[in-house]
């Protein structure tokens, strides 16, 4: 199993930008976002395929938020950007896709979560 580390949720108003960062101990073939607020159903957000480099993005965050990775292809950024109370959840880092699409969430590993809450 892929060990996973994410950093980098906070507190924001909106309007602000945070940058999520996840560090898998080792590389994979897609990593990707999802969030999760208390008492709904979690939501895809963005992934990136390590081989390559192609990225997919919820309708929600399509062009404010940026899935990137870096050369290693061990680390991957969500840099959120525009943010609004919509956007306050617990992020999760997901890597290793099993099969089908990345919004089915079939990932082999998961990462404990990072909060983010964006003000009004």
Known sequence: QVQLVESGGGSVQAGGSLRLS???????????WFRRV????????????????????AD???????ISQDNAKTTVYL?????????TAMYY??????????RDADFGSWGQGTQVTVSS
């Open 93 to 102: 880092c997901a890597a290793e896709l099993y099969a089908g699409s990345w």
């Open 22 to 32: 996840c560090t898998a101990s080792k590389v994979t073939n897609c990593m990707a």
């Open 60 to 66: 929600s965050v399509y062009g404010r938020f940026t």
């Open 79 to 87: 840099q959120m950007n525009s943010l609004e109370p919509e956007d």
């Open 38 to 57: 208390p008492g709904k159903e979690r939501e895809p957000v963005a992934a990136i395929l390590s081989g390559g480099g192609n990225t997919f993005y």
